[in-house]
């Protein structure tokens, strides 16, 4: 077992109500949960699916040595503050028998999703790795939905949809829920394409992008699986006994990440009636997967192992054991569970082919 921390009961209701039944679960603690992070983390969307909502896609092409179709896609919208767009980058398989399985990656470093036609061979997007295994390799690049800066809130999609009378609520809806609320419409026009299987598409994160693979997953259950890649800090990993990040460290770094009620519990964890186990546990019964890098000590490997294992008792309620009773595993010594991963690879901060590699062993059983 992992080691034990004071943390808030995921199975207790605020009223001091047991859940004991995966209904009771779904009707009860969940909602209760994801308003907590709405009130207290990521704040409070304005908006969900565009009424204006309209998709392009570009004639396919082959690529990669004639290993997969190249397309790319724009994701149209509008709101009070004028229109908006969101373009896709996606690879799919050539050889591929009917609609197939996909990985969106949320991508935080750089531009993929306008890259040419020989993009996609990286460590960090290994789009024809993905399609050799038979995954669609779709990335979206943060910055398309909302530029990671401080600015007040005025630019991306917070520019579009704002429209507060006098000073910003203090959870109004920040960086970190505009990315997961991008991962959305990116599923909207997923849900739109052929040649992939909208009930099999998997949205994965690296670092601030895993953050907001996280709560992607937790508002939109139409994402099969859920991936989490050295996320740390408001990510994966506990806030209760990290020895990483502290939530007062993003907050003063990052002041964009996150709503204006998160500051607040700057240095004082404790107080939050949330911890990221909840957030793991509001993907279930879905499958998610975590992954740790040994000398990413800021984003506290352990720390980001015991998220899962505190998260499990949702799991069980739904029939799955999970990763209730692993020990924190060697390095490259990967733990599946019941519809949960985890591994913990040998290097520092980064999404490697090794990760990648995981992630679709995982998914050949998950998806």
Known sequence: MTEQRELPDVLLTRVGERIETADDWQKKRRPEIMDLFREYV???????????????????ETVLGGAAIREEAAIRFAGPGGEG????????????????????????????????????????????????????AIVLDLEEVDPDFDDGFGNGVHGLFDRFEGKRPADAWATIAAWAWGAGRAMDYLETHPGIDASRVAVVGHSRGGKAA???????????????????????????????????????????????????????????????????????????????????????????????VHAAPVYRLYGYR??????????????????????????????????????????????
């Open 85 to 136: 767009r969101i373009r896709l980058l996606q690879f799919l398989p050539r050889d591929r028998r009917g609609p197939c399985p996909a990985f969106l990656l949320l991508n935080n470093r750089g531009v993929l999703a306008r890259g040419g036609t020989d993009a996609g061979s990286s460590a960090f997007w290994p789009a024809d790795r993905l399609a050799a295994r038979g995954y669609a």
């Open 42 to 60: 990521y704040g409070r969307e304005p908006v969900r699916r565009p009424a204006s909502l309209s998709f392009d896609t570009s004639l396919p």
């Open 322 to 367: 999970g990763l209730a009773e692993a020990r924190f595993p060697e390095i490259e010594a990967p733990l599946v569970g019941d519809r949960m991963g985890y591994h913990n690879r040998s290097g520092v901060h980064d999404l490697t082919v090794y990760d990648w590699d995981r992630f679709m062993d995982f998914a050949d059983e998950a998806l």
């Open 214 to 308: 996280l709560w992607a997953g937790a508002l939109d259950e139409r994402f099969a699986l859920v991936v989490s890649n050295e996320s740390g800090c408001t990510g994966a990993a506990l806030s209760r006994g990290n020895k990483g990040e502290q939530i007062q460290d993003i907050n003063e770094r990052f002041p964009h990440w996150f709503d204006e009620n998160y500051k607040s519990f700057n240095g004082r964890a404790e107080a939050l009636p949330v911890d990221q186990h909840m957030l793991l546990a509001t993907i279930a019964p879905r499958p998610v997967y975590v992954a740790s890098a040994a000398e990413d000590l800021w984003a506290d490997p352990v720390s980001e192992f015991a998220s899962l």
